[in-house]
């Protein structure tokens, strides 16, 4: 993936479900779409307030060059739309660091980030949690790379 490409990937992330914003609903699903010259960023993912699933789709001149797919949840039992609050969080501030292949911990009040993964944009796989006061009560598996 070139400069340019993960540039507009991290500021799409940054600018859909990270930073708030009402996604469309299809078909039981949610979608963000960005678009910015000759690049489309699609993610749609569908839950049921606790599990979710999901696809980030990058394009280049309408094809798919880069793509993502994860599944996660918040742990049964905690406050979803905190710690939903809290990965929306950490997304925007550090979209450059996870979800790409790279570790990334961050410690923030009573929560702790942590991203383990292998890889590199072009292909990887990794999971995401998140604990607070040193319980476990999100994670996500995911897995990706470049389409050719």
């Given at each position: 993936?070139?400069?340019?490409?993960?540039?507009?990937?991290?500021?799409?992330?940054?600018?859909?479900?990270?930073?708030?914003m009402?996604?469309?609903?299809?078909?039981g699903?949610?979608?963000y779409?960005?678009?910015?010259?000759?690049?489309?960023?699609?993610?749609?993912?569908?839950?049921?307030?606790?599990?979710?699933?999901?696809?980030?789709?990058?394009?280049?001149?309408?094809?798919?060059?880069?793509?993502?797919?994860?599944?996660?949840?918040?742990?049964?039992?905690v406050?979803?739309?905190?710690?939903?609050?809290?990965?929306?969080?950490?997304?925007?501030?550090?979209?450059d660091?996870?979800?790409?292949?790279?570790?990334?911990?961050?410690?923030?009040?009573?929560?702790?980030?942590?991203?383990?993964?292998?890889?590199?944009?072009?292909?990887f796989?990794?999971?995401?949690?998140?604990y607070?006061?040193?319980?476990?009560?999100?994670?996500?598996?995911?897995?990706?790379?470049?389409?050719?």
């Amino acid at each position: 993936m070139d400069e340019k490409s993960l540039k507009f990937l991290i500021n799409s992330r940054q600018s859909t479900y990270a930073s708030g914003m009402k996604a469309d609903e299809i078909n039981g699903g949610k979608t963000y779409v960005i678009k910015s010259g000759n690049l489309e960023y699609r993610d749609t993912y569908f839950d049921q307030h606790l599990i979710f699933q999901g696809q980030e789709v990058l394009f280049e001149d309408g094809q798919p060059v880069w793509s993502m797919s994860y599944r996660g949840a918040a742990v049964e039992g905690v406050d979803a739309g905190a710690v939903f609050a809290v990965l929306q969080k950490f997304i925007k501030e550090y979209s450059d660091k996870v979800r790409f292949g790279n570790n990334f911990e961050k410690d923030e009040g009573e929560y702790k980030y942590s991203c383990s993964a292998t890889g590199d944009p072009s292909e990887f796989s990794g999971r995401e949690e998140i604990y607070q006061n040193g319980k476990l009560v999100h994670w996500m598996n995911y897995f990706g790379g470049s389409i050719q």
